[in-house]
């Protein structure tokens, strides 16, 4: 394990390089190269969603992309989202909805569901559901979820 | 001062007034970290000369360990050391987990790693310690340890019978516990009953799945002799007596620190031999070692649940009226009883809570609790309350089909009248006030059963078969010594909050209840802030810490809101009064004739603003020569609570269920879900439902998905989770919550528990309706998960 790949990267808004071990993923590339903890390893094998970021405009599982295979992308975790102000009305929305309980699945189901309001606008409840059926959820009954997304939605109408 | 408060001169559940919180919607403080990826697990914590362990875990259900051969490991780049069995066992100590008040009850020691047998697949057997938890891996890949497989002992059947093997030889036998509890005559009563119904029931092997994977980083620290554990636990002090106890230190020289902790569900309140083993390898190496849980070491290693086979008869008179349940349980609970609440626990409360919500007179349960090499299991969210639900509510569905009886009129005739109380069950468990029949009639006011009722019958028509169940509940809260303590083990049942005020005029809340997500840290704002008088955005919320909070429980059982709740708003009230009297000195007036109302001190008859707060701390703090030399001036007060007149706080309410069952493919459709729960006093209705529908969810996934599969040689096949599947967002209905209040009064705040109500209720309801769909084709379901396998040889399908 004693090869390295450099890649250079733009992460939340900034150049990154780094050298990086093949088998290191992109959640482990965030948080332990990084210190972008936001993002979550909960199954590390694409399941659960905990790790979802957005890497050239899509939103992927941060578990199963290999940080090597990421030289010049261009990636956004929940803490350049947050910064940015792009979900800022979803994120109040889950506020007043306590739309997160433990927490641990709250960035990759905000990232998930970021990714609906930019191309899903005319979501309803069910395919909001449909949406975000790869992000679990133990804590809430993904009903108050729901709601602050559909919330947001229709507000943004 | 002298007037005792009462619920109704703090004004709870009363809106129009100031600072007014109890009972309010009021978001949590904790959210807005959460939602930006803010917040502190333990694994986002770095200390410097970090190493992180990995652990070798056996790759079979029962092998002796014949020998480690680690020559290859240590030269694996990034390995620092391997430590086997003997090496831990030489700084710690094993555990029993037994408990005094289960008579009878046994179990073997457990070391953190084992010195000669691995009795379950994945137990850990050999840690490695490397400068990365990638390197770690590395090492165990690396590693030789040679195992020499025994015969398994899986099924709990044969656990008992002649030439069983026996997991632990020196205990005789693999019977951990057994109890009989047992009332009136259940003999005669099913002799002379107008109709007796029974059926076997299963409750899956299930485990919780936190998303957040055990983890733990500990700290020694030489210089100090002191331990300091970052630890993702629902009971901090709890666990640093069990370190101290386990390493040989003072409980003085362990510090658990707990911040946010990514979902618990019991999980993580029990003892965890890597953990220990993770403790232990920090003291003998000087550093801070790192271990966090993968998923598929979660799966084999974190406890497993509900693994029940009950057999249960009902007899019921010819107008419906219950004269008895006699109940036959057998649990399997793995190789050891887990530490140190034991793994005893969920059966007896399986004994203790069957046919609790009705009034009947004869009653008989039995639990057989016996060893087995698979997962240990210990007590996991509404700890056995799914399991005597659907028994109970599975038997009265029968018995009202026996009879022709509507299932809602059968629970009328019987549930105990709102009237009756207190009460004592068949089981001896004592009721201090429920609410059955309110819960059933708001239940039906939110549930629209004429109209569900006339869709199944034209649905039926087109061959489409939905049904609708319902369960009654009762729920275990807020539990005393009685739970624990007077069996010997270091848990507390008290709880302590200290409440000050700092110079602004801000109010800070240490508490020994622990927040894992359920909003713990939201209701003590709301409590402290509605106690002292202030906005909610004044008061900071402290838990998770033994160094500065008060000694306590931890979160668990339901007992956050009901016993942490009160001692905070105990130790509010004292603050308020303490700072009135500074107030009093300093404005002249009657200590009497002053109020704190959204932090202002005012008139209380008028309501006039006669200083703020900011001003009192600046005075007290920078200019106490101004004030009276014998004024007592500390802005500090710690109140403990403990509940004195029922062992525990009993809760109660009422689910329902409306599905439709794929006739062809076996599949279940959840169409909609209805509960009504009974919590006592409801400090924050946002947060009360929302976890009422996760604990639906986590009932319904035990009940239609969720399921530990072994195969015959004791090795566990669900250990991903597309293997071990949990409820997702696209097959769970929408869930309509209803409340009804009986404050406990044992308390000012009134508060029972309410997070496990979901849990307890929804796998009954849904089995019932299933069941309920299913009636007309001649088939029944009572084995969970009811997957689509098994609805499709109910029907003769497959």
């Known amino acids: 394990m004693s090869m390295r790949v450099e890649i250079t990267l733009t992460v939340n808004g900034e150049r990154v390089t780094r050298s990086v071990e093949p088998r290191r993923h992109l959640v482990d590339f965030l948080r332990l190269d990084l210190g972008l903890t936001g993002s979550h390893a909960g199954c590390e094998h694409g399941v659960c969603g905990a790790c979802t970021v957005r890497v050239d405009g899509e939103i992927v599982r941060g578990c199963l992309v290999l940080a090597a295979s990421l030289d010049g992308a261009d990636v956004t975790t929940i803490e350049g989202l947050s910064d940015s102000g792009e ?12 739309a997160a309980q433990c927490g641990f699945c709250t960035p990759g189901m905000v990232m998930a569901a970021a990714d609906i309001l930019r191309h899903h606008p005319e979501a309803d409840r069910a395919a909001i559901r449909e949406h975000l059926s790869g992000n679990y959820c133990r804590c809430t009954g993904y009903q108050a979820i729901v709601d602050a997304v559909a919330q947001t939605l229709e507000a943004r109408r | 001062m002298s007037d005792l408060p009462t619920p109704e001169s703090i004004g709870l559940s009363r809106e129009d007034l100031p600072n007014s919180y109890i009972g309010r919607s009021v978001p949590r403080p904790n959210v807005p970290k959460l939602v930006q990826g803010l917040a502190t697990y333990t694994d986002d914590v770095l200390l410097p000369r970090m190493v992180h362990a990995a652990f070798l875990r056996s790759p079979h259900a029962h092998a002796r360990i014949a020998g480690v051969d680690a020559r290859a490991t240590s030269q694996v780049p990034g390995v620092l050391r391997v430590f086997t069995g003997a090496d831990v066992a030489k700084v710690c100590d094993p555990w029993v987990a037994t408990l005094d008040h289960l008579k009878g009850m046994k179990s073997a020691p457990q070391y953190a790693l084992p010195l000669e047998r691995a009795t379950w697949q994945g137990e850990p057997v050999v840690a490695v310690i490397a400068e990365s938890r990638a390197a770690a891996e590395d090492g165990v890949a690396a590693l030789n340890v040679a195992f020499e497989p025994l015969p398994a002992q899986l099924d709990m059947e044969t656990a008992l019978a002649p030439g069983a093997v026996l997991i632990h030889p020196e205990l005789g036998d693999n019977l951990a516990f057994t109890r009989t509890a047992e009332k009136g005559d259940v003999a005669a009563a099913i002799a002379t009953a107008h109709k007796v119904v029974e059926a076997t029931f299963v409750t899956a092997r299930h485990t919780g799945v936190t998303l957040e994977p055990r983890s733990i980083l500990a700290d020694y620290n030489r210089a100090e002799g002191t331990l300091t554990v970052h630890h993702s636990t629902q009971a901090p002090h709890m666990m640093q007596g069990v370190f101290a106890k386990q390493l040989r230190m003072e409980e003085g020289q362990v510090r658990v620190i707990c911040k946010d902790v990514g979902g618990s569900f019991g999980i993580k309140v029990h003892v965890y031999p890597d953990e220990v083993a993770v403790a232990a390898i920090a003291k003998v190496m000087g550093r801070p070692v790192k271990f966090i849980a993968d998923r598929f070491e979660s799966f084999v290693s974190d406890i497993h649940a509900r693994d029940h ?4 008869r009902i007899a019921v008179d010819a107008e419906g009226k219950i004269l008895g349940f006699d109940i036959d349980d057998l649990t399997g609970i793995g190789p050891y009883s887990v530490y140190p609440r034991t793994s005893a626990v969920e059966g007896n409360q399986v004994v203790n809570l069957c046919g609790g919500p009705y009034d009947f007179a004869n009653y008989r349960c039995t639990t057989t609790v016996v060893l087995q090499n698979k997962t240990p299991t210990c007590q996991y969210r509404a700890v056995g309350h799914p399991i005597a639900t659907a028994v109970t509510e599975g ?37 201090e006030g429920l609410s059955h029949h309110k819960a059933l009639d708001t239940l039906l006011e939110m549930v629209p059963v004429a109209r569900i009722r006339a869709d199944q019958a034209e649905q039926r028509k087109k061959g489409v078969h939905r049904g609708l169940g319902f369960a009654s509940f009762i729920e275990l809260t807020n539990p005393s010594p009685f739970m624990y303590g007077i069996g010997g083990a270091r848990i507390s049942a008290q709880d302590g909050a200290t409440v000050r005020m700092d110079p602004d005029g801000s109010v800070v809340v240490l508490s020994g209840v622990t ?6 840290e939201g209701i003590l704002r709301q409590i402290v802030a509605h106690g002292v008088g202030v906005p909610v955005e004044r008061v900071r919320v402290i838990t998770g810490d033994t160094q500065t909070t008060p000694y306590g429980g931890g979160t668990w059982a339901c007992r956050g809101a009901g016993i942490g709740g009160e001692a905070a708003l105990q130790s509010a009230i004292a603050l308020k009064q303490q700072i009135l009297a500074v107030a009093g000195a300093m404005l002249q007036a009657a200590p009497e004739s002053l109020d704190i109302r959204m932090g202002q001190v005012v008139d209380k008859g008028s309501g006039r603003e006669r200083m703020p707060l900011g001003e009192l701390g600046r005075i007290v703090y920078y200019r106490g020569d101004t004030l009276p030399k014998d004024l007592p001036r500390e802005l500090v007060q710690t109140r403990h609570f403990i509940t004195k007149d029922y062992p525990f706080a009993f809760t109660n309410g009422i689910q329902a269920s409306w599905v439709e069952v794929d006739a062809e493919t076996g599949m279940v459709t959840l169409l909609e879900h209805w509960c009504v729960e009974d919590c006592g006093r409801v400090v924050n209705p946002l947060l009360v439902d929302e976890q009422v529908r996760g604990g639906i969810v986590q009932g319904l996934g035990g009940a239609l998905y969720e399921h530990c599969v072994y195969d015959d040689q004791g090795n566990l096949l669900t250990t991903t989770m597309a293997d071990y599947l949990v409820p997702m967002s696209a097959e769970m209905p929408d869930m309509h919550i209803g409340h009804v209040e009986t404050p406990t009064r044992e308390s000012l705040l009134g508060a029972k528990g309410a997070g496990e109500a979901g849990t307890a209720g929804a796998p009954a309801a849904l089995m019932n309706a299933i069941n309920d769909a299913l009636r007309p084709l001649g088939a029944r379901v009572t084995e969970q998960p009811f997957t689509p396998a098994r609805i499709l040889r109910a029907l003769g399908r497959i």
């Open chain 1, 87 to 98: 979900v800022a009305d979803l994120q109040a929305a889950f506020v007043a909805r306590n």
């Open chain 2, 309 to 312: 086979r009950l057999k249960g």
């Open chain 2, 395 to 431: 038997l009265v569905d029968l018995a009202a089909e026996a009879l022709g009886m509507d299932p809602i009129e059968i629970r009328r005739r019987n549930l105990i009248r709102d009237e009756a109380y207190p009460f004592t069950s068949p089981a001896g468990m004592r009721f």
């Open chain 2, 515 to 520: 927040e894992q997500g359920q909003g713990t």
